[in-house]
């Protein structure tokens, strides 16, 4: 069975500094790893995700975020972030042998934003 | 190309109802999968659509059903409601639901979810 810990529930930063959520997962079998956004009052938007190839991944709206194997980690980032950043941020895994698609999610992390 | 659609986006019901979600996932898609979203629980497994069959299912009881349409709609039912039912259900659709090849057809994409309230 796969977990998904977000060590952080609560993420308050001011405008332009640098952030990094932080997302650990554990599986004894390879893993598909995701980062999906929740607006307030929206569903999930997919910021990134890593399938295979380079550890470095790079999404949308300037995010970025690293797969480490031997840390079973896959922390996000952004170097300057804006006020529209803010928003929950959920780490999740996929098991990718195939025969179902099913996400299993970390917590969410509440990244705020100020001016 | 159009997202994926709940309906309707928000619901109010009282204690013992039953309920009915639907979700028209992207064109094409023909993998559904269905979450329930809880403050307390956060972003849980229902169940998985393919094909018009139930592939996966996660750990709720059987009064959450749900069924897939030839064009890949699906609904989802909650029958004699109770007031810890009240969440945010959210649907999600890929392109085939199966690993290998092609990868891109691992990514599931959401829809803007159902609000469910129980009185």
């Known amino acids: 069975a796969q977990s998904v810990t977000q060590l952080d529930s609560q993420v308050p930063v001011f405008e332009e500094a640098p952030v990094e959520l932080r997302c650990n997962y554990s599986?004894?079998?390879?893993?598909?790893l995701f980062w999906y956004v929740q607006y307030p009052n929206q569903g999930l938007q997919l910021l990134l995700k890593?399938?295979?190839?380079?550890?470095l991944v790079k999404g949308i709206n300037g995010f970025e975020a690293e797969f480490n194997k031997s840390q079973t980690s896959f922390h996000l980032r952004k170097p300057s972030v804006h006020i529209s950043d803010t928003a929950e941020y959920f780490c999740?895994?996929?098991?990718?042998?195939?025969?179902?698609?099913?996400?299993?999610f970390g917590k969410g992390t509440k990244l705020t934003v100020n001016p | 190309k159009a997202g994926v659609t709940q309906t309707p986006r928000y619901l109010i019901k009282t204690r013992g109802q039953q309920v009915t979600l639907s979700c028209s996932p992207i064109?094409?898609?023909?993998?559904v999968s269905w979450y329930q979203q809880t403050p307390g629980q956060g972003l849980q497994f229902l169940f998985e659509?393919?094909?018009?069959?139930?592939?996966n299912k996660g750990n709720f009881p059987g009064r959450f059903s749900g069924r897939q349409f030839s064009n890949s709609r699906s609904e989802m039912n909650v029958s004699t409601l109770e007031l810890g039912d009240s969440a945010l259900y959210l649907c999600?659709?890929?392109?085939?639901?199966?690993?290998?090849?092609?990868?891109?057809?691992?990514?599931?994409?959401f829809g803007a979810g159902t609000r469910l309230s129980v009185l």
């Open positions: 999600a659709s890929s392109l085939e639901g199966t690993s290998g090849g092609n990868l891109a057809k691992n990514i599931q994409y």
């Open positions: 599986s004894s079998v390879s893993v598909y």
């Open positions: 890593y399938l295979s190839g380079s550890t």
């Open positions: 999740a895994v996929s098991d990718p042998r195939g025969g179902s698609e099913k996400l299993v």
């Open positions: 064109s094409g898609h023909r993998s």
């Open positions: 659509y393919f094909s018009e069959t139930q592939r």
